[in-house]
């Protein structure tokens, strides 16, 4: 039962603790780093998966543009012939 009050004391007053006292916060940060992924490194792999992204969205882009060129190039190659005829 005690332990439950305790429990419940330090739900309550936690929160204004760690805003009020920053020697606190500092501590219950230390003693739970091991718990969360720190930022630097969260940060430097999102970057690298976006980069991923961009690169794999630049490479389809790049194909597409190569395809629709080659589908003009046929497109003029076949017209050019069809045009010489009508004259």
């Given amino acids: 039962m ?17 805003r009020e006292d920053p020697e606190l916060r500092r501590y219950v940060i230390e003693l739970t780093r091991s718990l969360y992924a720190e930022r630097d490194r969260t940060e430097d792999r999102f970057d690298r998966i976006l980069d991923e992204l961009l690169e794999e969205t630049f490479g389809v ?25 009508g004259r």
């Fill in 2 to 18: 005690a332990d439950d009050t305790l429990t419940e004391t330090i739900k309550r007053d936690l929160p204004t603790l760690l």
């Fill in 61 to 85: 882009l790049v194909r597409n543009v190569a395809e629709f060129d080659g589908l003009v190039s046929m497109a003029v190659s076949i017209a050019i012939p069809i045009a010489d005829a």
